[in-house]
Nanobody, 119 residues
């Protein structure tokens, strides 16, 4: 089992920045990918950014050049630096971890953190 806890959300003006953090605990040695998803009211949850155990990253087109995913100094931390925020970035942001459980993969989710971009 993997437990995820996010922090760092809040209210920011358009053009501002926020840094989200996620800490994983439990069986973290089985994690092969971590990422951030978001869900706005009335919309489906969507991938924002992800990083695999080799360090390769993948970003949604809408956030490329503005958001950066990174690992913390400790292997169980992950961050999302969000710059040049827009009102369309308003959503609940969820930390995700994909881990091997036996011979199959499982997804784990944090409780989510609200990001609101508004003047």
């Amino acid at each position: 089992q993997v437990q995820l806890v996010e922090s760092g959300g809040g209210l920011v003006q358009p053009g501002g920045s926020l840094r989200l953090s996620c800490v994983a605990s439990g069986t973290i040695g089985n994690i092969y990918s971590m990422g951030w998803y978001r869900q706005a009211p009335g919309k489906q949850r969507e991938l924002v950014a992800e990083m695999n155990s080799g360090g390769s990253t993948n970003y949604a087109e809408s956030v490329k050049g503005r958001f950066t995913i990174s690992k913390g100094n400790a292997r169980n931390w992950m961050h999302l630096q969000m710059n040049s925020l827009k009102p369309d970035d308003t959503a609940v942001y969820y930390c995700n971890a994909a881990a091997m459980v036996g011979i199959s993969g499982s997804d784990y989710w944090g409780q989510g953190t609200q990001v609101t971009v508004s003047s």
